[in-house]
Each structure stands twice: as structure tokens, then as C-alpha cells.
């Protein structure tokens, strides 16, 4: 079941939110035709596959797909729900983002962290909360600066390790709340448990560890901006030990409890984001 609701149409973008859970229905394949458009994931996680390349769309991790592709999408937990942002453009504004046109590739992923996961949340609920066109315009072509200013290189995969890491992110994102074993990982790589901790870390410049923790951060932050009540359930959702060490995390993370960023997302205005996405990167989130 797919559910989409239009948060913003204006010359330049259209915003779109999109829930998709079991049973999914007509979100496996586009035959094209459809603008260019960046897919920022706030809670599960999706593969996008277009032009023989393959980008995963999760917390962590934006994917730019270009005007008119064919794509695919296929979900790594089949019985989950995945909720995203699209912002769909035209390409007189990655023209002026400075990211080419056609001639790129057709999906593209642009790593990023948890702070800008908490903006991206933030720009969501300040477009629902209704904004002045121009206003909505300038919020997001300064989060697009934000982006690629401060994106996080995602890095070119050599085929052979790429499958392997492929299979075991797969793997976590499916079952983000549990604590797989290191071995059963390195059993659907194919290898030992140690060269598995090499090539990930190699593959996508971070532990085991550091990316089930990413996940984790990135999805309960979508969830607090859906305004999740019951904390002490989020963090058992999310395979957390407990609440404390839900709220730990976050606060290493962020600077800020679950509690005080659920608070701070309520009162999400675009006027205030904007002047924050304005200045230095670590205040930003802020």
C-alpha cells in the first residue's frame, strides 16, 4: 500500500511524501518519463535501480535520479514501511545546483549525515505547515547547498566487493533491529568475519557497527517527526538496549535528547531553517 500526499507544487519543485508498506502496490518499476528528482529516505530503506547502475535510498544516503529514466525499485525488507521525500525539478535547477544535467548517470547517491537527516525532516514539516511558494523555493535550493557542500563521498565499488557489501547492508536494512551476528554477515558475503569488517569498512567508510547505528539514528528520527509518543518503545523497536541508550546515542550524535528533538521538529519553520542551513555546517542542526 502506497500512500502520497503533495506537500509543495510551484514553478520549480513539486514535494512530494510517500508511505509505502505491505501489501506494496505499483511501486516496483517507472517506465520513465518522470522528472529529475532527489529521494531523501526518513525512516526503512529501498534499492533504486536505473541505467545499469544501483543506488540504495536510505537514512544516510540521497539519490538524485535524472529526468526520464527507467527505473526500479526493490525493497530489502519486504514486510516494512519506508517513508521518503521526493523533490521533483526541473533542469534549470540542477543547472543551477551545478550538478549536470542528462549527461550524469541516471541514479546517483549522495552520502550524508545525521544532521542533515534532521533538516531534511525539518523542511517536510514546514512545507505541511504551509509556506509562500518563494519561500518554500529558497528553503530547498538552500538545503541542496547544504547537500553537496557538505555530502560525504559515496565511493566507487569494485564489482567484486560490491555484491558482497551490497548483501550485507541488505541484510541489516531489512532487519534494522536486530543485533545480526558478525558471522551470519560474513556467511551471506561469503568470506570470514574479519575480511567482512575490511571490505565494509573499506566499501562504505564505516564499521559494521557505525552504519547498523546510522540506520537506527536516521529511522527514529523519522519517526519523531512523525511525533512518536512512546520513546521507550522506539528504542526497543529500533534494537536499542533501552531508552537511556537510545538517548545516549543521540546525544552524541546530535547534541540533543529524542525528546528535545521531537519537541524542536514540532515547531519546525521554514523562516528559522533557512537561517540555520545559512550557517556554519556544525550549527546547522542546531
Known amino acids: 500500500m502506497s500512500i502520497m500526499q503533495?506537500?509543495?507544487?510551484?514553478?520549480?519543485?513539486?514535494?512530494?511524501?510517500?508511505?509505502?508498506?505491505?501489501?506494496?502496490v505499483d511501486c516496483g518499476y517507472s517506465p520513465g518519463g518522470e522528472?529529475?528528482?532527489?529521494?531523501?529516505?526518513?525512516?526503512?530503506?529501498?534499492?533504486?535501480?536505473?541505467?545499469?547502475?544501483?543506488c540504495m535510498a536510505r537514512p544516510g544516503q540521497a539519490v538524485l535520479l535524472r529526468a526520464g529514466v527507467e527505473y526500479r525499485i526493490t525493497h530489502p525488507d519486504r514486510d516494512g514501511c519506508d517513508c521518503c521525500t521526493d523533490v521533483?525539478?526541473?533542469?534549470?535547477?540542477?543547472?543551477?545546483?551545478?550538478?549536470?544535467?542528462?549527461?550524469?548517470?541516471?541514479?546517483?547517491?549522495?552520502?550524508?549525515?545525521l544532521a542533515f537527516q534532521q533538516i531534511h525532516v525539518e523542511l517536510l514539516l514546514g512545507l505541511r505547515r504551509g509556506a509562500l511558494a518563494g519561500e518554500a523555493d529558497a528553503a530547498l535550493l538552500d538545503l541542496f547547498d547544504r547537500l553537496?557542500?557538505?555530502r560525504q563521498p559515496v565511493r566507487l565499488r569494485p564489482a567484486a566487493?560490491?555484491?558482497?557489501?551490497?548483501?550485507?547492508?541488505?541484510?541489516?536494512?531489512?532487519?534494522?533491529?536486530?543485533?545480526?551476528?558478525?558471522?551470519?554477515?560474513?556467511?551471506?558475503?561469503?568470506?570470514?568475519?574479519?575480511h567482512l569488517c575490511r571490505i565494509f569498512r573499506a566499501v562504505t567508510g564505516l564499521s559494521l557497527?557505525?552504519?547498523?547505528?546510522?540506520?537506527?539514528?536516521?529511522a527514529a528520527l523519522g519517526r519523531l517527526g512523525e511525533g512518536e509518543d512512546d520513546l521507550a518503545a522506539l528504542a526497543c523497536d529500533l534494537g536499542f538496549y533501552s531508552h537511556?541508550?537510545?538517548?545516549?546515542?543521540?546525544r552524541r550524535a546530535l547534541g540533543r535528547s529524542p525528546r528535545q528533538?521531537?519537541?524542536d521538529l514540532r515547531r519546525s519553520d521554514l523562516r528559522h531553517l533557512r537561517a540555520r542551513l545559512r550557517a556554519p555546517s556544525r550549527a546547522a542542526a542546531r
Do not use: K
Open 148 to 150: 553537496l557542500q557538505a
Open 88 to 113: 521533483c525539478m526541473d533542469e534549470s535547477v540542477l543547472a543551477e545546483l551545478g550538478v549536470a544535467g542528462r549527461a550524469g548517470p541516471a541514479c546517483q547517491a549522495f552520502g550524508h549525515d
Open 261 to 263: 528533538l521531537r519537541e
Open 6 to 24: 503533495t506537500v509543495l507544487r510551484s514553478p520549480r519543485f513539486e514535494v512530494v511524501s510517500h508511505v509505502c508498506r505491505h501489501p506494496r
Open 244 to 250: 537511556s541508550h537510545m538517548t545516549e546515542a543521540f
Open 35 to 54: 522528472p529529475a528528482r532527489f529521494i531523501f529516505t526518513r525512516r526503512g530503506a529501498f534499492g533504486v535501480h536505473a541505467g545499469g547502475r544501483s
Open 209 to 218: 557497527r557505525q552504519f547498523r547505528l546510522q540506520q537506527r539514528l536516521g
Open 161 to 194: 566487493l560490491a555484491r558482497r557489501v551490497a548483501r550485507v547492508e541488505e541484510a541489516i536494512l531489512a532487519r534494522v533491529g536486530e543485533n545480526l551476528e558478525v558471522d551470519a554477515l560474513a556467511a551471506l558475503a561469503g568470506c570470514s568475519p574479519f
